[in-house]
Nanobody
Framework: QVQLVESGGGLVQAGGSLRLSCAAS????????MGWYRQAPGKQRELVAT???????NYADSVKGRFTVSRDNAKNTVYLQMNSLKPEDTAVYYC???????????WGQGTQVTVSS
């Protein structure tokens, strides 16, 4: 099993910044991809950004140029730096990890990000 614990959410005004962190523990060997998803009220969960163990990144079009995903393999932690936040970024943000050849998926408990206009 892999445990993921997020931190760093909160309330921020439009145009502001937040940094989310996600620490992985447990059977973390062979984790290949880590990343962030978000779910706004009444909407489906959507991909925000992912990063592979080799450092390759992928972003949703809506966050490109504003968000940066990074990973500290030594600390088993993934980060999401969010700049120029917009009210439409308001959502619960979930950390995600995929492990092994079968890409078994693990989720964190989520952290609320609220952007006021």
């Amino acid at each position: 099993q892999v445990q993921l614990v997020e931190s760093g959410g909160g309330l921020v005004q439009a145009g502001g910044s937040l940094r989310l962190s996600c620490a992985a523990s447990g059977s973390i060997g062979a984790i290949t991809v880590m990343g962030w998803y978000r779910q706004a009220p009444g909407k489906q969960r959507e991909l925000v950004a992912t990063i592979t163990s080799g450092g390759s990144t992928n972003y949703a079009d809506s966050v490109k140029g504003r968000f940066t995903v990074s990973r500290d393999n030594a600390k088993n932690t993934v980060y999401l730096q969010m700049n120029s936040l917009k009210p439409e970024d308001t959502a619960v943000y979930y950390c995600n990890a995929k492990r092994g050849l079968t890409l078994t998926t693990y989720w964190g408990q989520g952290t609320q990000v609220t952007v006021s206009s």
